[in-house]
DNA sequence: AATGGCTCCAACCGCATCTCA
DNA sequence: TTGAGATGCGGTTGGAGCCAT
């Protein structure tokens, strides 16, 4: 079925229902649109992916943290498979996990990189759906709500066999076989998946680890392939890194109208963490309403009207003033051979 | 062309858990 | 230690697109 990569089929089409914050200040429900995603981006650029309700409390956004949270897991984050259907080996993969531990979505999805536990979820829900009615049974009700929160994750947790089977995990997409293949399991993601514009996300995302983080790989030969043959492990990617160079791009161009040597490991979020992190709003939100904007997230220009960025050829060389705890502000990816201690943040 | 069922998925809600003062 | 706020998680809902009739 061909649709849309998700979230825009409706962009523009929210329902815009608003509620009533404590205090009075109306709470924004429903879709977002492109400026509140281009504010909320904005958020984890100067703060990393967290202090989620300073977006409201401090008035950059009319949205509740845990929406702006969820809009951030669910769409915005740069390592999501978009638009792209749930490959034979991740369906297989989804069945073994959710028999072993239940429907532990988040602890699911960390074996499945580029899904969100929304998408497996989705995609479980949905299954369950299409097997009740081949099947000729009703679907499993969907006012259950009097479940106790006890009840769920019912299939008993047991150590898992994926921990100690890493050949299970699904592989990176570099190793998917293709279609065709003696296996016949199709690319999860393949070139044409709307996956992002690597280059340009990295050098959009500068003031962290995001090459680092083992999520995506650089073609312009500055960098090695973070997902290499063996693993999507960010800590593998890591260590491939060359350090005598910086482990991003940094950027110079990602909103049109910044001006000329603002540099976001300069961002105030960085240098002082908090301490005038507002005034970073104030300087750069109506930039990023006024002039057209990279969002380098998406394959088409942004509907703000923004351009891709170019990266610069040279990487910068205040590298070294980055704070060295820029790059705890991402958890890691889960590693392929056994799932992470605890969740991602991502 | 109209229509109804199905699929997909964004985003909400409520509760649990975590963090920090 | 404790309570409030922040964050995480799972279930659910509703709407748009697709497709068969």
Redesign the pocket.
Known sequence: ???????????G???G?R?QADGGQA???????AEEDAVLLRHVLVHG???????R?KGFLP?????????W???LRPDLK?????SAEEERVVLELQAQ??????????YLPGR????????????Q??IA??LGTPP???????????????APVVASSLESRPATVVPCLDEVPLEGSSSGVVHPCSAATPFMETRSVSAALAPYDWAGSGLFSFDDGALPLACNSHACSSSNAAALLPFDQPPYPLLDVQVQGVPAGWNWNMAPGFANAGATDHLAYQELLPLTQAAPMVLPFFDAEYPLGGVKAELPDAAPDNFDDLPPDVFDSF?QPPPPVSPPA????F
Request: charged share 35%.
């Open positions: 079925m061909a649709r849309a990569p998700g979230g825009a089929r409706r962009r089409g929210g329902s229902r509620g709470v924004r429900k429903g879709h977002w649109t992916p967290r202090d989620w309700s300073s977006i409390s949205r509740t943290g845990k929406s702006c949270r969820l809009r897991v669910n769409k978009t638009g792209c259907k749930f531990f239940g429907n532990k979505w988040a602890r699911i999805s960390t969100t536990d929304n998408d497996v979820k989705n995609f479980w829900s949905t299954r759906k299409r009615r081949l499993r009700g969907r006012s259950s709500r009097s479940r106790s929160r006890s009840a769920k994750g019912k958890d605890t969740s991602s943040g």
